[in-house]
């Protein structure tokens, strides 16, 4: 049995051979070929990009938001580690522009520190606005931490009954 024939351009004199070698039992057809990989590799792929999808859809419908923690499973499928996938294909511009539509439809945030970061400065703000400080309130330090074991600077600002800031500091207040 002759092998099968290379596929794909000949190189020319002085370059690197880089032409594909398949071998079958039985003579195929290119097009026979080029329609089996395309089944093998892209029908699986398509499939779990379906359940992927499916499965975000199914866990915003339920929880409101598609903000899926990395671990995170619907079932036996781990929806959270697809989501960061499908993020990672998009940072490298691999993803197609459909599939990206069909996540934006979703509300999938796409730079996860980002959306972090913003929640945090937004809860600032709201609390800035109701309490016109960003001091939050804490526990007050023990006597033991007031009395120099602890920095001044860790303990955090102090409070006088009143909620705002002793006008002194000699610990009374």
Known sequence: MQPSPLIGKAP???EDENRLLLHFAAPRGP???A???SYQVSNAERQDWRRGIEAAFRYREREG???VPYEHTEGPYPLGRWLSDQRHTCRTGTMTGERAAELEEL???WDTADHAF???LAAARAYH???GTLAAPGARPSSASRSGSGSPSSAGPRT???GSPPNNRSGTG
């Open 107 to 109: 509300g999938v945030v």
């Open 12 to 14: 020319a004199d002085g």
């Open 160 to 162: 006088s009954a009143g």
């Open 118 to 120: 913003d929640q945090s």
């Open 65 to 67: 938001h598609p903000q």
């Open 35 to 37: 329609k089996w990989i």
């Open 31 to 33: 097009a026979l070929i």
């Open 129 to 131: 606005r109701l309490h």
